[in-house]
């Protein structure tokens, strides 16, 4: 999986800041806001991946699954 990048540098991000009614930012140790030092340290900035929805995957359930209409030909046979 790719590291995260810092929002505002090119370092690897370390801390995700997302608290409610803000959008996430990453941030690494040296481009963390100062005011929010005490609370990293204290663990509430987790760095949170990207979580990567493969449309292949998506694909491949849906031709596993059939159709209603195929369900409904089988039934009558």
Same mark, same amino acid.
């Given at each position: 999986?790719?590291? #995260?990048?810092?929002?505002?540098?090119?370092?690897? %991000?370390?801390?995700? $800041? %997302?608290?409610?009614? #803000?959008?996430?930012?990453?941030? $690494?140790?040296?481009?963390?806001? !100062?005011?929010?030092?005490?609370?990293?340290?204290?663990?509430?900035?987790?760095? #949170?991946?990207?979580?990567?929805?493969?449309? %292949?995957?998506? %694909? !491949?359930?849906?031709? !596993?699954?059939?159709?209603?209409?195929? #369900?409904? !030909?089988?039934?009558?046979?």
């Amino acid at each position: 999986m790719a590291n #995260v990048k810092c929002d505002n540098c090119d370092s690897n %991000a370390e801390y995700t $800041c %997302a608290d409610p009614g #803000v959008n996430p930012v990453n941030y $690494c140790s040296n481009c963390l806001p !100062a005011w929010l030092r005490d609370r990293a340290n204290l663990g509430h900035f987790p760095l #949170v991946e990207a979580i990567d929805d493969k449309p %292949a995957d998506k %694909a !491949a359930k849906k031709k !596993a699954e059939p159709k209603a209409d195929e #369900v409904a !030909a089988d039934e009558s046979n």
